[in-house]
C-alpha cells in the first residue's frame, strides 16, 4: 500500500546572528493512510516546525515530502491551494488560533469562503453540519471566542480543519492547554472523526500517555533530529534509544507499589545552532563513545523498529 505520506531526508534550517539553526535536520519516515504517527520529544526539539514545513506553512531548505505519490516539495501558490483541501492543522493554543472579531460560524466559514466553490446555502448548510459532528450547539453560532471556553473553542478549530473535507490533519499539541477532563473529551472526538472520515494524522505532543493512548507509531525527535521511530506498543515495551528511555522513565505509574528507577539527564544541551557532527544527545547519555562523534546510522532493530545509535543497536 502506497503511504499517504513520505518524507525524505527533510530538512529546516532558520539563518540567526550566530549560524544557521537546524531546527529539522535530515529527517525521513512513511506515514499510512488512517493511521496516526505521533511525535515526540522535548520543547524545541522541533516538532511543530516538522509538521508546518509539510504543510508549506514554512518552506522547507531541502529534502523531498510525497503526498499519495506526487511530490510536493516545492509548488506553487494555484498547486498549495488545493493542497490545503486535503492537508490542514489544528493548532496548539485555542485562544490564540481564532481571531477574536469572528463568530463561531464566520470562523468555520472562512476555509469556504476560499475555496471559492460553494453558494451561501451550501455554506450554512456545512457549518450545520460541522458544528454537530463536533459537539458544538446551535445557540453558538453567534458567540465569539472569548465568550467559549477552551474546549469549546478548540472544537471550533476541529470544526474549521473539517470544513474542507481534508484527508491528513497535523495535530499540533491540540490539547496540551486544555485541563484534563477536556482532554479527554477532545481526544475521543479526534478518534471518532478518525474512524468515521478515514483521517490521517499527525499528532504532535511532548506528553506519553496521549501519545500512547491515540497513536499507531511514535517517532521521538530530539534536537531536531529523528532518534527513534517504532510502533507505539513496541516502543513503550522495548525502548532503544538512550533518549527514549530516559523520556519514559518520566512518566508517572498510578501504582504506590510500583517503582521505576527515573533516569535524570545531565550535561548540557547541544545548540542547535550549527550543531557539531555526530550524536547531538552525547553530552547528555552516560553510554557516550568516540563513536558518538561520527553520523549515526538508522537502523533497523525489529520490524518496523527504527534507531539512531551506533552504541544502542551495536553498531560500534
Do not use: W
Not at 527533510?10 to 529539522?24: E, I, M, N, Q
Not at 476555509?111 to 451550501?122: D, G, M
Not at 458567540?143 to 480543519?161: C, F, K, T, W
Not at 513503550?236 to 518520566?250: D, I, M
Amino acid at each position: 500500500m502506497t503511504p499517504i505520506l513520505e518524507v525524505q531526508n527533510l530538512k529546516k534550517y532558520f539563518d540567526t546572528p550566530r549560524g544557521k539553526l537546524h531546527a529539522v535536520d535530515d529527517i525521513s519516515f512513511q506515514l499510512e493512510r488512517g493511521k496516526t504517527l505521533g511525535v515526540v520529544g522535548e520543547s524545541g526539539c522541533g516538532k511543530s516546525t516538522l509538521g508546518r514545513t509539510l504543510l508549506h506553512l514554512i518552506e522547507p531548505t531541502s529534502g523531498k515530502i510525497f503526498f499519495e505519490g506526487e511530490d510536493i516539495s516545492a509548488v506553487n501558490r494555484k498547486k498549495l491551494r488545493r493542497l490545503r483541501e486535503d492537508m490542514q492543522i489544528i493548532f496548539q493554543d485555542p485562544y490564540s488560533s481564532l481571531n477574536p472579531r469572528m463568530t463561531v460560524s464566520e470562523a468555520i466559514m472562512d476555509p469556504l469562503k476560499l475555496a471559492h466553490r460553494f453558494s451561501k446555502q451550501e455554506m450554512e448548510e456545512r457549518i450545520e453540519h460541522l458544528m454537530d459532528t463536533v459537539g458544538l450547539a446551535e445557540r453558538l453560532r453567534n458567540s465569539y471566542p472569548h465568550e467559549l471556553d477552551g474546549g469549546r473553542r478548540q472544537r471550533v478549530g476541529i470544526a474549521r480543519s473539517l470544513a474542507l473535507n481534508p484527508k491528513f490533519i497535523v495535530c499540533d499539541e491540540p490539547v496540551s492547554a486544555l485541563d484534563v477532563s477536556i482532554q479527554a473529551q477532545i481526544l475521543n472526538l479526534l478518534q471518532d472523526l478518525q474512524e468515521s472520515r478515514q483521517l490521517t494524522y499527525m499528532f504532535i505532543t511532548h506528553d506519553l500517555s496521549v501519545v500512547r493512548y491515540i497513536s499507531n507509531d511514535i517517532c521521538v525527535m530530539y534536537m531536531g533530529q529523528l532518534v527513534e521511530k517504532s510502533p507505539a506498543k513496541e516502543l513503550f515495551k522495548n525502548p532503544v534509544h538512550p533518549y527514549t528511555k530516559a523520556l519514559l522513565s518520566a512518566i508517572l505509574v498510578p501504582d504506590i507499589h510500583t517503582k521505576r528507577e527515573q533516569i535524570i539527564l545531565k550535561g548540557e544541551v547541544t545548540s542547535p545552532v550549527t550543531p557539531r557532527p555526530g550524536c547531538r544527545f552525547a553530552p547528555r547519555c552516560s553510554y557516550a563513545c568516540k563513536n558518538c562523534d561520527e553520523a549515526q546510522k538508522v537502523v533497523e532493530v525489529t520490524p518496523g523498529h527504527f534507531v539512531s545509535c551506533d552504541v544502542a543497536t551495536g553498531a560500534s
